[in-house]
Each structure stands twice: as structure tokens, then as C-alpha cells.
């Protein structure tokens, strides 16, 4: 009977004693730290209130496990990587919480993405957790192109023909599918279209803003018609689409935007000549040039057997001359070489122009 009670005594005892040691022990043996839940309080979101700036969501979680060696972090997708929403003097979120985040207009097809992530002191994931919000389409909306316009009143022939002209335009589309991205097109005289955007990182164009496209020489065009379509990337299905259309400047005139302005402002080509005005294969032509009221100098050559032009040099002074080399290997079989000066702006657009022929023997 005493043994009996002293078993009992002990037993107890040694209860009090390791229970608190076995409770620290399960608890630095529970496993990695681990996230349970991460989830948002939206469960859908249209792009149009992405673009508007007016979608919000609240994104909550809860960890276990989190030591002081490790991080959590808060992440949204943004092009081709994920980019921290925690603020500049943050550098772990707490292990259960909640944030409201506002949906950063998107920069890819990729619906909002969001993610959760464990580091430890290297900043390698222990675990993480993704969270996305998928795009829905208002019932009954329709695609249109509600702007699709260009403060340029002309484009210069020269420019479309050496390849240098360009054309900002705006545009604005409403109710634009998740999938669909706006392209900008040149509508040839025979119907077909030619793209005249320009190279670009990423393919996603946003549903309204500012960009420039770069039109083609259409031989004996007196106008380019541009085209902005609204085009579904999975099947190619056009929503909507829209068109403008620009007169072709000659040579020797300026443009409009340079005639509007003061006198004392319009860019103005004083003189072009080369000298000599004939000349042999092997010979160099002389270039002389002053030019008033821009901010620098493009000198660009024609020959008589290609309609096509090729820039010799861009950034030259407002005052200067360039001896030009008429070789044989660059310039055999021509009967005559047509010189483009260009008085150009300080963003690269033509102000003026004018020319300077010389025949070739």
C-alpha cells in the first residue's frame, strides 16, 4: 500500500516537473514554419474598375511556427516578377493579420496575383502561398473604342519615306475583355494593314493613354489612314475598331504645328547646297547648311533608282557642312543623288525640310 502510494507520488511529480519541458519541445518540433491560410476578400474583379483606380482588396493570413530568423513577406505579380507590398520601414509582416491593398492597374494579361512567402535569413522560401483574384466581365457590356485621336495635322513625306515619321496618338476603350489588347495598324490602299507599332518589352497595352506608332511610305499616297482595332489575343476576334486619317505633307513645306507658332519661332531652313551640283563616281560632295530655331540637324540621301532614304547623319550643329564620298560601291549605277535636310525638335520630330540634288556622270 505505501509503495503503491509512493508510485503515485512520484508519477505526479514528475508530471509537474516535464510536461512544461515535453510542452517546449513539441512546440520547437511542430515542423517548419508553415502558412495555413492566405486568402482575399474579393472574390472577382472587372478590369474596367482596375483601370478606373477604384478595385480594393483585403488580403488576410495566418502562420505557424514564424522564428526570429525568418521573414514574411507580402508580394503582388507586376510583368514578370513579383514586387513587395510591404512598406519602405517593414521588414516582416506579423504572423496573423490583415492589409487592405489597392489593384495596381495590371501590366500583363495576368489577372491580379498576389503571394505570401516565408524567407529565411538567406532569402530562400520555406513556404508560400499564392492567392489570385479572377477577372469577370460585366453581363451585357460592350467593346468601344470611345477616342482615337492624333494632335499631328500632317505627316511629312520625307519622314514616311526614310522611315523616321512618327505620330503620337491617344486612345480610350471601354468595356475591354481580359484577353483582348488594342493594335495600332496602317490601312494600305489596297485594304491590307501593316503594324506601326513600335518594338516594345511586353505586349500588354493598357485600355487608354499615350503612345507613338511609326507609318509607312505609301507611294503617290496623299494620306495614311491609321487603325486602331481591339483584338481578342486567344482568337483573334475583333471587338471594335476605329480610324483616322492624315494628309501627306510635300517636300519643302513645314509642318503644321511649325506654321502656328510665332514668326520668331518657326523652325526655318536658311540655306541647303552641295557643291558641285554634278559630280563623278569617286568625287565628294560638299553639304552646307544653316538652319534657324531647332535643335539640331538630320541629313538624309535619295537616289535616282530607289524612292527609299537612307540617313547619313542625325544631331549635326544648326551651322555646319559634311563632305559626302560618292563611292562606287555605295553609289554605282545611280544617275542622281537627292540630299533631305531636316530641322528637327528636341524629341526627334521633323520642324522642316528641304533638299539639295546633285547629278552623277
Do not use: K
Not at 517548419?32 to 488576410?60: C, H, K, Q, R
Not at 499615350?210 to 496623299?222: F, I, K, R
Not at 563632305?323 to 553609289?331: K, L, Q, S, Y
Not at 528636341?346 to 540634288?357: F, I, N, P, Q, V
Amino acid at each position: 500500500m505505501r509503495r503503491s502510494i509512493r508510485f503515485r507520488l512520484l508519477a505526479v511529480v514528475l508530471c509537474f516537473v516535464l510536461l512544461p519541458a515535453m510542452t517546449a519541445f513539441a512546440q520547437d518540433t511542430n515542423g517548419p514554419a508553415t502558412i495555413i491560410t492566405f486568402m482575399s476578400s474579393l472574390p472577382a474583379v472587372s478590369l474596367a474598375e482596375i483601370e478606373a483606380g477604384e478595385a480594393t482588396t483585403t488580403l488576410s493570413w495566418h502562420v505557424v511556427g514564424l522564428d526570429e530568423n525568418q521573414r514574411l513577406v507580402l508580394e503582388r505579380y507586376e510583368l514578370n516578377t513579383f514586387v513587395s507590398l510591404l512598406n519602405e520601414s517593414e521588414v516582416s509582416l506579423s504572423p496573423s493579420d490583415s492589409r487592405e491593398i489597392p489593384i495596381a492597374p495590371p501590366s500583363g494579361f495576368a489577372p491580379p496575383t498576389y503571394r505570401l512567402a516565408i524567407l529565411d535569413f538567406r532569402n530562400r522560401i520555406i513556404d508560400q502561398r499564392i492567392v489570385v483574384i479572377p477577372y469577370v466581365m460585366p453581363v451585357g457590356a460592350e467593346v468601344s473604342i470611345d477616342a482615337f485621336t492624333t494632335e499631328t495635322e500632317a505627316v511629312d513625306a520625307l519622314a514616311l519615306a526614310d522611315g523616321s515619321a512618327r505620330i503620337s496618338v491617344s486612345w480610350a476603350i471601354s468595356n475591354r475583355p481580359p484577353t483582348a489588347n488594342p493594335v495600332f495598324e496602317q490601312v494600305l490602299p489596297d485594304g491590307e494593314a501593316v503594324l506601326v507599332e513600335l518594338p516594345r518589352e511586353f505586349l500588354w497595352v493598357p485600355s487608354s493613354g499615350t503612345g507613338v506608332v511609326a507609318p509607312v511610305a505609301v507611294d503617290g499616297a496623299e494620306s495614311i489612314e491609321l487603325r486602331l482595332r481591339v483584338v481578342d489575343m486567344v482568337d483573334n476576334s475583333v471587338y471594335a475598331e476605329q480610324t483616322l486619317t492624315l494628309p501627306v505633307q510635300s517636300d519643302g513645306e513645314t509642318s503644321p504645328a511649325a506654321e502656328t507658332t510665332e514668326e520668331s519661332s518657326r523652325a526655318e531652313i536658311v540655306s541647303f547646297t552641295a557643291d558641285p551640283t554634278t559630280i563623278a563616281i569617286g568625287e565628294t560632295v560638299q553639304l552646307s547648311w544653316e538652319v534657324r530655331n531647332a535643335s539640331s540637324v538630320q541629313i538624309s540621301v535619295r537616289t535616282s533608282d530607289s524612292p527609299q532614304q537612307q540617313v547619313i547623319a542625325g544631331n549635326l550643329p544648326l551651322r555646319a557642312g559634311l563632305a559626302i564620298p560618292v563611292g562606287e560601291d555605295t553609289f554605282s549605277g545611280v544617275d542622281s543623288l537627292t540630299f533631305i535636310i531636316r530641322a528637327m525638335d528636341a524629341e526627334g520630330r521633323s520642324l522642316a525640310t528641304g533638299r539639295a540634288d546633285v547629278d552623277v556622270q
